[in-house]
């Protein structure tokens, strides 16, 4: 399938505009830095998008049953199939982890999230290994149509989050290292 100029140009304007903006929100200087605290902007549709990936992975893997249940009658396709569902769900894990951080606003959620951005080819070449090797197959037959384009899709959108995280005075106010003596205070 090849792509013209105008498919590359929709392309740009859904993704390089609202990457534009929030790059420019999250590096522009704001008047009171220290009013930017909590759940908001930019910050907002993140914690709206880390709530909703724990849901994506299941339904991955919902939607994945029906290759999973064709997998099975391969010689070491249970093997397969187990081992495939175990790297999901400790994705998934993962992912509520990272959320849990996020809702507590906890200091470690920037490291973390970072550590998910990075799991993401992780956890994608750990699962086309793991299918290869078991079955025995090369791994170019492992590989779906779009899988890769979906991974690179999916760490790139990414990427410019994790950017936002570490670029933001917001995110930087919300998920502050908080004293202890603060902490007995209720501050």
């Not at 009171?32 to 990936?53: C, E, N, R």
């Not at 999973?68 to 081992?83: C, E, I």
């Not at 982890?97 to 200091?107: C, E, I, K, Q, Y």
């Not at 779906?144 to 979906?150: D, M, P, R, T």
Request: net charge positive; glycine share 6%; with cysteine.
């Amino acid at each position: 399938m090849q792509f013209s100029i105008w498919h590359w140009a929709i392309l740009l304007l859904l993704i390089g505009v609202p990457v534009y903006f929030a790059v420019r929100s999250a590096t522009k200087p704001s008047q009171k830095p220290t009013s930017l605290v909590g759940f908001g902007g930019w910050l907002m549709l993140l914690a709206i998008a880390q709530a909703l990936s724990p849901l994506r992975t299941l339904a991955a893997l919902s939607t994945s049953s029906e290759g999973y249940q064709k997998l099975m009658t391969l010689p070491n396709g249970a093997l397969a199939t187990y081992g495939e569902i175990a790297l999901l769900l400790a994705f998934l894990v993962f992912q509520l982890v990272v959320l849990v951080a996020m809702l507590r606003r906890s200091p470690r959620f920037k490291q973390l999230f970072l550590c998910q951005w990075i799991a993401i080819p992780v956890v994608f070449v750990l699962d086309t290994v793991w299918i290869s090797m078991v079955l025995g197959i090369p791994i170019s037959q492992t590989l779906e149509g779009g899988a890769v384009a979906a991974l690179m899709t999916s760490f790139v959108l990414t990427g410019i989050w994790v950017a936002y995280v570490f670029k933001s005075a917001r995110v930087r106010n919300t998920f502050r290292a908080v004293t202890a003596s603060r902490q007995l205070k209720g501050v």
